[in-house]
């Protein structure tokens, strides 16, 4: 059974640098996609962007100049890094699995997700 | 449109069936997934590959697709169905990945 665990600051500056690390247990992420989610307060979800099992990475066109996801395959994890937050980026960051085969492909396996607050 | 559109909410008595949607031209090139999400709950994938249950699903949630339009249905809605509901697919692009706006199911 695939988990998922995320870790990181729950209050961050406006301006600065928002940091998630996402810890993967029961998988490797030397297979699959990992993608990174959120969901502002009361609202959608959004998709952030994924590295894949080949240290590729896909953003959001609307964050990619702001978002970095990268990987650590010797502990297993991935990380998010979103730069010049505001308050707009206030939201429960999710880490994921994406399983991607032809046409079809989910996100089978989430982690518990973790609230990232922007203020000063 | 690139998005993804869902009714923002939906109700259903008790042992009913509801039929929850979702519209997007993805759909036309690309499958749906479903998400359920309990309120403080993390989402959980109900619906994938267009019709296919993970385990533990019970088999009361039904997904299918037409044209630009997938649909889940619940067959005899019980009480612990209520919840937010999801869709997923890709841009037409291939290459991102989008969410409808969410249904809210009541269970009545």
């Known amino acids: 059974q695939v988990q998922l665990q995320e870790s990181g600051p729950g209050l961050v500056k406006p301006s600065e640098t928002l940091s998630l690390t996402c810890t993967v247990s029961?998988?490797?992420?030397?297979?699959?996609?990992w993608s990174w989610i959120r969901q502002p307060p009361g609202k959608g979800l959004e998709w952030i962007g994924y590295i894949s099992y080949s240290g590729s990475t896909n953003y959001h066109p609307s964050l990619k100049s702001r978002v970095t996801i990268s990987e650590d395959t010797s502990k297993n994890q991935f990380s998010l890094r979103l730069k010049s937050v505001t308050a707009a980026d206030t939201a429960v960051y999710y880490c994921a699995r994406l399983t991607i085969v032809g046409p079809t492909s989910d996100f089978d396996y989430w982690g518990q997700g973790t609230l990232v607050t922007v203020s000063s | 449109s690139s998005d993804l559109t869902q009714d923002p909410a939906v109700s259903v008595a008790l042992g009913q069936t509801v039929r929850i949607t979702c519209q997007g031209d993805?759909?036309?090139?690309?499958?749906a997934s479903w998400y359920q999400q309990k309120p403080g709950q993390a989402p959980l994938l109900v619906i994938y590959n267009k019709n296919n249950r993970p385990s533990g699903i019970p088999d009361r949630f039904s997904g299918s697709s037409s044209g630009n339009t997938a649909s889940l249905t619940i067959t005899g809605a019980q009480a612990e169905d209520e919840a937010d509901y999801y869709c997923?697919?890709?841009?037409?692009?291939?290459?991102?990945?989008?969410f409808g706006g969410g249904t809210k199911l009541t269970v009545l």
């Open positions: 997923n697919s890709r841009y037409n692009n291939g290459n991102h990945w989008l």
């Open positions: 029961g998988g490797s992420i030397s297979s699959d996609y």
């Open positions: 993805s759909l036309r090139s690309y499958y």
